[in-house]
């Protein structure tokens, strides 16, 4: 789970920026909280709330880095993609950090790094308990000795391996994490024990997963459903749930190297499904209007296309229908029913921009009820930004659950938590406080002076 997480110098986050998941003071709905690690209590979910360019995508898209860049890493001939605070000559100069505090295994972690366009100027994973930090690996390309690995010369005696280690670290490039550097170049087949680093990456690769309004790939359970009719009757049960008019989903084999997509896309699959630890890789591909069921066999990339399947009025027989063929808000359920399932079944962090886009906000708040009543007890989290005002609602969300994202005038974008900024009571009325702006992080209209200037020019 992901308890804490900072980013600096990123877009519109010029300054440091703290968002953490440790539960306040509030006693209500106790259930929104877990305990993953003894001692370490956090939330299950999250809320993020601000106007249109507040930053909330930004921050979306900061998490999402430090993923791709430690699964896909950088390409030999390409820059890392470095996106700093573009309104300060100072920032432009500086390097971008950001920094993930997790639990799993039974571990607390901190990873972090910072970087450049060019290199990568700081690296470091620790594990952290009550009393102590353990430093697992450190990196800084000003100290005298850029890398620090002796935690893991300690834990791996014999000499062929400490060797092994010491020539791998000093042979990371400047512009490529280590950590992408032990996927990439398989560490674990010449050294025993760096279990900590495998536990790390495959938090990276199997737990936090990052939904945008136009995912075209994702992960997800959603492939088991092909060969387990427990859970394809689930995506019956929920299809109807949400009043879609679907009576049944079915599968078609295709081939997967006809389907058009670019050999990057195809390549970008292929490397993603390879990496994850699961002993059945699986993913979902939204292209050409289409649904595909994408799974990794024996090295083989295989794929299956989703048909939904209606009842014709007059003579009851069933129509097949693409994706395509079905509404904005159907399509988009089709990307939460994945999600329900992968969060119901535990172990993920998933993180989900604009999630009410297509979706009625009877069905948005739906899908958040079924999230805390089914994970009840389970280690999964769901972090969402929103601009869906009727969520602001202490019913439904705990006060340490809700963040507000805004921009100030210099384009600079800050987080505050809501329980940590206002001091509320349980009868307040969020929404219509929020909309009034007493919280701020809404729109600041000007007055219609403008509009009408532009009346008059549009008239002459």
Known sequence: MLQQFTVENFLSFKDREVFKLQPGRGSRNKEHKAEPVKGHWILKSAALFGPNAGGKSNFVEALELGKRLVLLGTSAESLIDYRPFRLSAVCKKKDTTLTYQILCNNKKYEYGFSYNAERISKE??????????????SRDITAAEPFNISYLIRLNPKEEERQFLSFFAKAT?????????????????NVSNIEDLWEVIRWFVDTLKVLFPNTSYKQGGMLKAMNDEQLKDVFRILLQYFDTGIQDIDFIDVEFDKLGITQEMKQFIKTDLSKSSNAEAFGALRFDNNLYLISLVDG?????????????????????????DESDGTQRIFDYI?????????????????????????????????FFKY???????????????????????????IWLVEKNT????????????????????????????????????????SIQKLGKLLTT
């Not at 490039?173 to 087949?189: A, G, K, T, W």
């Open 375 to 401: 994970s009840n007890n389970i280690s999964t989290q769901l972090i969402f930004t929103t601009h869906e005002s009727t969520l602001m609602d202490q019913e439904l969300l705990r006060r340490d659950e």
């Open 124 to 137: 470091w994973l620790k594990q952290i308990t009550r009393k102590t930090e353990h430093i697992i690996f």
């Open 300 to 324: 083989v990339i295989k794929a299956k296309k989703l048909q939904t399947l209606h009842k014709r009025i007059d003579d009851k027989e069933r129509e097949y229908f693409s994706l395509g």
């Open 338 to 370: 994945p999600l329900i399932l992968d969060l119901i079944q535990g172990e993920k962090v998933f993180i989900v921009d604009e999630m009410e886009r297509s979706l009625h906000p009877v069905l948005m708040r739906k899908l958040i009820e079924l």
């Open 410 to 449: 210099e384009g600079v974008s800050s987080l505050s938590r809501l329980d940590e900024k206002f001091n509320l009571r349980f009868d307040k009325e969020l929404e219509k406080s929020y909309l009034k702006g007493l919280f701020g992080a809404t729109p600041n209209l000007s007055d219609e002076t």
């Open 173 to 189: 490039p400047q512009h490529q994490l280590f950590l992408h550097e032990v996927i990439s170049r398989n560490l674990h087949d």
